[in-house]
């Protein structure tokens, strides 16, 4: 079990396993609910929605079938969801939730807290679009907003990393320079119920990569009589605003180590922040993050048949944002273009969350890329090999003529 003896419930000899992996064929929430399984949680909340359902489907079928020992409460509400497990994580236990879409923001209020009490919770957001209209396809606007409140982000290409990452995170929000809340997105239908093959390790190797759960001096506990959670108002919440600052800068660090000791001990061969896909000697980049990656790489192969240099970036962390890295690669290049699958209305250039981002990274460099920014694919709809072309092509004839024609465009649009 991952918490403390003296935490919310006491510690219990975790169950043996194969040393060896198995390979199953599994689904983006299967693979994170064999990540909770792993991980030994203590204390699941459901209140599920599509797309991320099947997890906790899958997390009490666990815990019927005694492969997992955890407390597994069914809340009202997204709300009540997590202000469960925010006040489990306080007194000790290893927690794990989840939501979607208008159900993550029906809990918006404690999700802030959590970030403001500095609390690991560990969160799957299975990706979807924002009602009304109803609609249940992948955007990414759920998940990022909460990127301003203290939230660690990470996006996911398949089901394998879905599991690594959730892994991953449970190590990096625990370990006590960091103690932020994480959320693992993945994207609606798209990865949460199509199946990948996917190596499930052994519970030895998890044990070596990540270890209890341990608050310290900050458990909330009778025998350790602390306040959480105080009025401070202007007498102190600039100074504790700032603490979570500094926190989220040394999640930094404790990010790439923690990928340092995965790929270690898992055989994985992960970059920590990005992925790049055939640029080293690529005159035009797209970068994007999610699923999206599949089409895009499927059409730079295309284009690289053509004798087109095309190559992508994939963004891994959004928060905290690996700024140096994106400066290191991008610069390399003669024209960005950046994919969306959000929207920021009334944002500079009437770009998405990605492109208002990365366009300030790059802001300070002496050699700044052409950058352009596409929205495309909202509310689910395939990112497509034509519109991969058609986004390529606006790139190469703004690095052949060194100008941008217009900042942002829609692509995939409906006349």
């Excluded at 990865?191 to 030895?204: D, N, Y």
């Excluded at 400066?327 to 290049?333: A, C, D, G, I, M």
Aim: hydrophobic fraction near 40%; glycine fraction near 8%.
């Amino acid at each position: 079990m991952a918490a403390q003896a003296t935490g919310a419930a006491a510690a219990k000899a975790p169950p043996t396993s194969k040393s060896d992996d198995q390979e199953m064929l599994i689904s983006g929430c299967e693979a994170i609910a064999h990540a909770c399984r792993l991980a030994d949680i203590d204390v699941v909340t459901a209140y599920p929605i599509r797309p991320y359902d099947t997890v906790m489907q899958m997390v009490s079928k666990m815990i019927a079938d005694g492969d997992l020992d955890a407390e597994y409460i069914v809340a009202e509400s997204e709300h009540s969801q997590f202000e469960i497990v925010k006040h489990a994580s306080a007194v000790g236990a290893r927690v794990f939730a989840g939501s979607s879409g208008v159900g993550w923001f029906y809990a918006f209020e404690a999700l802030a807290v959590t970030a403001g009490l500095r609390l690991p919770v560990v969160a799957m957001v299975g990706n979807r679009a924002l009602d009304d209209p109803g609609a249940f396809g992948t955007e990414h606007n759920d998940a990022l907003a909460v990127r301003d409140l203290g939230w660690m982000l990470t996006w996911v290409e398949t089901a394998q990393e879905a599991m690594d990452n959730a892994l991953i995170a449970f190590r990096v929000a625990e370990d006590p320079h960091v103690f932020l809340p994480c959320a693992v997105s993945v994207d609606g239908a798209f990865l949460t119920h199509s199946q990948h093959l996917v190596k499930v390790p052994s519970r030895e190797k998890v044990n070596q990569f990540l270890k209890p759960y341990n608050r310290g001096n900050k458990l909330l506990h009778p025998d350790n009589p602390i306040t959480i959670a105080p009025q401070v108002n202007e007498d102190w919440l600039i100074e504790i605003r700032k603490q979570n600052d500094e926190a989220m800068k040394r999640a930094r660090g404790v990010i790439a180590e923690a990928y340092k000791d995965f790929n270690r001990i898992f055989g994985r061969n992960y970059s920590p922040f990005l992925e790049e896909y055939m640029t080293d000697d690529a005159d035009v980049v797209l970068v994007g993050q999610g699923t999206l990656a599949m089409p895009v790489k499927v059409t730079v192969r295309k284009l690289r048949e053509q004798g087109k240099k095309v190559g992508f970036v994939r963004l891994k962390w959004f928060r905290p944002f690996p700024t140096e890295e994106i400066q290191q690669s991008l610069k390399r290049f003669k024209a960005v273009g950046v994919i969306d699958r959000d929207y920021s209305f009334g944002s500079p250039y009437s770009g998405g969350v990605l492109y208002t981002e990365i366009r300030s990274a790059l802001y300070d460099l002496p050699n700044r890329p052409l950058l352009h920014g596409f929205i495309c694919g909202l509310g689910g709809r395939e990112v497509t090999i034509e519109g991969v072309t058609e986004m390529s092509e606006i790139l190469l004839k703004s690095a052949k003529s060194g100008k941008l024609e217009k900042q942002v465009a829609w692509i995939g649009v409906r006349e």
